[in-house]
């Protein structure tokens, strides 16, 4: 008889006795997270997107190929779903004053960037934008967007309470506060994100945005 697809009862076995291990292909209801490990495995090791078959994710995770295409219609929607299975809920903004916020919020980031797995994914994605854009496209409509929004929702709070210039554009605050530990994490990963770099940011852009006094009225004396 033909063993299942994601792995059966282990011919042969005495009856009562405890499985085996097994180092085949996983049983159905572990299957996903083989398969999401093994994608894992693969960026970890270098190997790029154009270099990720179905083939290949099948048997590094040591399942039949017909397993993925039951769960998956495709390597894009698979490897949006490894990007998502690295996701970890946004922090806490308390809303006390805008720099606590921002800090929360890049020192996040910063923790994401130090994770050897997420900034391995990052990197790989993003350096394939131009070959799989709808990859992208998803990802950032689905997990990017939320944190963008909420980042700007800050700053627009910030103007409101006189902590941010209104004069400035949100948009290009935002890149601001981002590009630091956006340029570290993907384009010079050999570069530390230490202790405190969170902090520098904030502070550094806030020196630069905070509202000016306005300058004496010339008739005044």
Not at 177 to 203: H, S
Request: no cysteine; net charge positive.
């Amino acid at each position: 008889m033909k063993a299942a697809e994601d792995g059966g009862s282990v011919r042969g076995a005495r009856a009562g006795a405890p499985a085996p291990a097994r180092r085949g292909r996983p049983r159905s209801a572990a299957a996903g997270s083989a398969i999401v490990e093994a994608v894992l495995r693969l960026i970890e090791d270098g190997v790029p997107i154009g270099e990720l078959s179905m083939e290949r994710i099948a048997r590094e995770a040591g399942v039949g190929k017909a397993t993925l295409y039951r769960r998956w219609p495709g390597k894009s929607a698979l490897l949006l779903d490894v990007m998502r299975s690295l996701d970890a809920p946004d922090p806490p903004l308390l809303g006390r004053s805008v720099r606590e916020d921002l800090v929360a919020l890049l020192e996040f980031w910063r923790h994401r960037g130090l994770a050897k797995r997420s900034s391995a994914v990052l990197r790989t994605v993003v350096s394939h934008v131009g070959a799989q854009p709808e990859l992208w496209t998803e990802y950032h409509e689905t997990v990017v967007r939320a944190r963008h929004e909420a980042l700007i929702g800050v700053l627009r709070r910030g103007m409101a309470t006189g902590e941010v210039r209104t004069d400035q554009d949100l948009e290009t605050l935002a890149d601001l506060f981002v590009g630091p530990m956006l340029a570290r994490a993907l384009l010079r990963e050999w570069r530390e994100l230490p202790e405190g770099f969170a902090e520098a940011i904030v502070d550094t852009v806030l020196e630069g945005v905070r509202p000016r006094p306005a300058p004496p009225d010339a008739k005044a004396g």
